[in-house]
């Protein structure tokens, strides 16, 4: 065989694997330029801004001015009890809310797919529905049911003598929870039921013939089967938890002072803003990525550290 007639396939695959690239570049294309300017862009714009200080004149007779200083809002903003408070309430509120979130969603959906659940369609349906009603409608008919003065849940409870302070300062970022919960479990339900339906028959089979139990197949082959799919919808809980503000937002108005303008992070950095001090609330909003991301990938070692192991 001469040098050429070996040579010549060669070629072929390469201007194939050209053309392939050109083709994936050119469908990639778009969702780059959508990425790099709806987040990239921001990003970086945030960062850059966050370098800055605003000072202003002591008597405020003059437009306040922008000084390159790339610690300063840094350093405020770890200096600051408010900022401080907030996160911790929002690591808290993650703490507590992700896990029984997810794990009532892994229930329900155990329970949809399991051979003797009926109505399963009607099931499925309920469950999600909560997640169709807009978070902010949502935080609104939570709130009436909050309030102190028409909430119809102390109301059926008046005649035992119990009043529950849903909007009282202990326990309003755990009624924030519960908003944010009723609305999202049904969503990571259908998630995790849907990386259910992917298991393989046979193996269930095998594991009944075996004489293994409902509850031993659910706990020894489902739920570890379907493990990305709660990883994936853990992730997705972080970086929501990360994003509260809808519903502390509505639920200002009639908390009483329970929850003030820098409840959460977010609402923090929306306060600098409203005081036009778009730097501060740069700086803020960097530490908040910042912190996401770096939960989110701990997460991910620890969880892939487990399914080495």
Do not use: C, H
């Not at 298991?199 to 493990?227: C, F, H, Q, T, Y």
């Not at 005081?275 to 997460?299: D, H, K, R």
Request: hydrophobic fraction near 55%.
């Amino acid at each position: 065989m001469s040098v050429a007639s070996t040579a010549r396939p060669r070629i072929a695959r390469a201007k194939t694997n050209g053309r392939q690239g050109r083709t994936a570049a050119l469908l990639l294309a778009p969702f780059v330029v959508i990425f790099a300017a709806m987040y990239l862009a921001p990003l970086g714009f945030a960062v850059y801004r966050s370098l800055f200080v605003l000072k202003r004149d002591g008597l405020g007779l003059t437009a306040p001015t922008l000084a390159f200083d790339p610690m300063a809002n840094y350093l405020k903003a770890f200096a600051d009890p408010v900022f401080i408070e907030s996160l911790g309430r929002v690591l808290l509120f993650g703490a507590v809310q992700v896990p029984v979130m997810l794990g009532l969603a892994t229930g329900l959906a155990l329970l949809i797919d399991s051979r003797s659940a009926r109505a399963k369609g009607f099931f499925r349906l309920t469950s999600f529905l909560p997640y169709a009603v807009p978070g902010v409608i949502a935080a609104l008919m939570w709130s009436f049911l909050y309030s102190g003065t028409s909430s119809p849940i102390n109301a059926l409870l008046a005649p035992l003598g119990i009043e529950i302070p849903f909007l009282g300062e202990n326990m309003v970022l755990w009624s924030v929870a519960n908003i944010v919960t009723w609305g999202w479990t049904g969503y990571n339900m259908i998630i995790i039921y849907s990386a259910l339906q992917s298991i393989p028959g046979e193996i269930l089979e095998a594991a009944k013939i075996d004489g293994a139990s409902a509850w031993r197949i659910a706990w020894n082959i489902k739920i570890p089967m379907v493990r990305p799919a709660i990883i994936l919808t853990a992730v997705f809980s972080i970086i929501g938890t990360a994003q509260l503000y809808n519903e502390p937002k509505v639920l200002q108005s009639v908390s009483g002072g329970s929850i003030d303008s820098a409840f959460t992070p977010i609402m923090a950095a929306q306060a600098a803003t409203a005081a036009q001090n778009y730097p501060y609330a740069a700086a803020m909003s960097v530490i908040l990525a910042v912190l996401v991301g770096v939960l989110s990938i701990t997460f991910f070692k620890l969880t892939n550290r487990g399914s080495d192991a």
